[in-house]
Structures are given as C-alpha cells and as structure tokens.
T-cell receptor, first 113, second 114 residues
Framework: GDSVTQMEGPVTLSEEAFLTINCTYT??????LFWYVQYPGEGLQLLLK?????DKGSNKGFEATYRKETTSFHLEKGSVQVSDSAVYFC????????????FGAGTRLAVHP | DTGVSQNPRHKITKRGQNVTFRCDPI?????LYWYRQTLGQGPEFLTY????????KSRLLSDRFSAERPKGSFSTLEIQRTEQGDSAMYLC????????????FGPGTRLLVL
C-alpha cells in the first residue's frame, strides 16, 4: 500500500543553520505531495505542495522538489529561525478519486538561538 | 476568519461516556474529512464526506464511531462508550473537488479518556 517515510527526529539546529528533512514515498501512479507543519497544541497548516514530477513547492523560505526518479520530496530551508520550531509532516494524496492523505510519522524540529 | 473550525478544542471524559465533536468546514468546500492523530504519530484517515454523503470509512472507525454531515455543511463525530485507547487528537479537514483538492485542517479536538 501507499506509504510515506520521514527521517526520525528530533532535529536540533542553531538559528540560521541549513535544514533538510528527508521524505520518501511509495505509491501507485503519480500522487500529489505535501508538507504540513504543526505547532504545539495546534492543527496542521499546509506549508507547500507539488502535484507533478519536477515541480518545486515553496513557501516562507521552505522548498521541496518532487523527484519521481528517487520517489522523494525533501524539505529544505536555507536559514532556520527559532519560530520554525514545530513538527513537520510529509504526506501524499493519490490522484484518480482517492481522497485520503497518507502521512509520515512527522519530524520534530527544534531551533535554538 | 473563514478557516476550518472545530469544537470543543479539548474534551476530558470518563471511560464509557459518549462524546460528540463538531467541525465547520470552509464555507465553499464540499468535501470534509476526519483524521485521528495519536501522540508522536502522523494523522490517520477515518472517514470523508462529499456533501452529505459519507463515501469512505477506514477500518479504524469501529462500530462505536459514527459521523454525520446532515446538510452538507458542518459535521459531527460521535464516539460511544469511550475507551482509553480513544484518547487522541481528532482533526477535521475540508477541500473543494474542483482544482487542487488541497485539504485544509482545523485546530483539532484533543480527547482524553480517563
């Protein structure tokens, strides 16, 4: 079945460091891919998305490129801030009438001043 | 604010009691989803509606769980005879069938069963 695998956390970085959170997926066909972010005690916020191979999603300095050949959608940011501390979820949505998001387990990011 | 809203935000109940949660989707969205998230895990799909029709249910949704969306607008999720294993965050999301179908989430209802 479909699945998403994320690197385990927590990821601990100093402010202004470079961030990479790895995400790989297994799916039939050509899913859409998403990154959601969850701040403590809150629901999920859409961070970025990509709907086809080689698309790059970007938002708030975060980027991720849909790589079909490696079935990956790694999240990157050039310079993290303390306010980026949160849990990040990679997810896929199969096309063609399937409607449930499949999430990874999440990666906790802690950024220190 | 026209985002997804959920009520209550927190619920503490005793084992065996019934609880009901409400979700109000973004107004023009015709699809509504329920997910459950346990501590340290990603959300897991429970069920979804297109307008008032419940089109898919996960095997996670036992007979004690029921969801409704009577007029195709808000939805309720009821858990009967709660168990400690039901303790989780219950998330609602909505989307529109035309176009990108991105799901937008509400703040969630955190349930604790004592």
């Amino acid at each position: 079945g479909d699945s998403v695998t994320q690197m385990e956390g927590p990821v601990t970085l100093s402010e202004e460091a470079f961030l990479t959170i790895n995400c790989t997926y297994t799916a039939t066909g050509y899913p859409s891919l998403f990154w959601y972010v969850q701040y403590p005690g809150e629901g999920l916020q859409l961070l970025l998305k990509a709907t086809k191979a080689d698309d790059k999603g970007s938002n708030k300095g975060f980027e991720a490129t849909y790589r079909k050949e490696t079935t990956s959608f790694h999240l990157e940011k050039g310079s993290v801030q303390v306010s980026d501390s949160a849990v990040y979820f990679c997810a896929l949505l199969r096309t063609g009438g399937y409607n449930k998001l499949i999430f990874g387990a999440g990666t906790r990011l802690a950024v220190h001043p | 604010d026209t985002g997804v809203s959920q009520n209550p935000r927190h619920k503490i109940t005793k084992r065996g009691q019934n609880v009901t949660f409400r979700c109000d989707p973004i107004s023009e969205h015709n699809r509504l989803y329920w997910y459950r998230q346990t501590l340290g895990q990603g959300p897991e799909f429970l069920t979804y509606f297109q307008n008032e029709a419940q089109l898919e249910k996960s095997r996670l949704l036992s007979d004690r769980f029921s969801a409704e969306r009577p007029k195709g607008s808000f939805s309720t999720l009821e858990i009967q005879r709660t168990e400690q294993g039901d303790s989780a965050m219950y998330l609602c999301a909505s989307s529109f069938t035309r176009g990108e179908e991105t799901q937008y989430f509400g703040p969630g209802t955190r349930l604790l069963v004592l």
